[in-house]
């Protein structure tokens, strides 16, 4: 009985150790999002189940743009979306979208830190654009 109970034991020790190594693994894969300022031009390769992230800071009442536009390549597409950065919150931003997406303009609600992430099917070359005033 004694050793049935003991390896159950190293059993479930062994299964325990698998979880939490694949969900470090996981997160260390994670990079931290990049920091812009206003005005920004950047350039990345996006595709698969990755994203790339951005945060940029802006001031209650301005007025935040982002454009994107990629090199056409098949049927890719790349898109992006803007959010709240504050811990807990990450609320979608509400705006005014244009030029079938690729364009987002949006009132800043409250200071703080905002998220924009990028994410392509299947995958893109990208440029970003963003700007705060």
């Known amino acids: 009985m004694k050793l049935k109970l003991h390896w159950r ?4 020790a062994a299964f325990a150790i698998l979880v939490f190594t694949a969900h470090v693994s996981r ?17 990345g390769l996006v595709g698969g189940e990755s994203m790339d992230k951005y945060v ?10 982002v454009r994107i536009s990629w090199r056409k390549e098949g049927d890719n597409h790349a898109d992006f979306s803007v959010a709240s950065a504050s811990e807990g919150d990450g609320e979608q931003l509400t705006g005014q979208e244009s030029d079938n997406g690729k ?4 009132k800043i609600p ?11 099917v299947p995958s893109a ?9």
């Open 9 to 12: 034991s190293l059993l479930l």
């Open 27 to 43: 997160a260390q894969d994670e990079k931290p999002p990049k920091r812009l300022r206003s005005p920004a031009t950047v350039r």
């Open 56 to 65: 940029i800071r802006a001031r209650k009442g301005r007025t935040m743009t």
């Open 103 to 106: 364009r987002w303009t949006g």
């Open 110 to 120: 409250k200071t703080g830190d905002y998220l924009i992430s990028v994410t392509a």
């Open 125 to 133: 070359n990208y440029t970003l654009r963003v700007s705060v005033k």
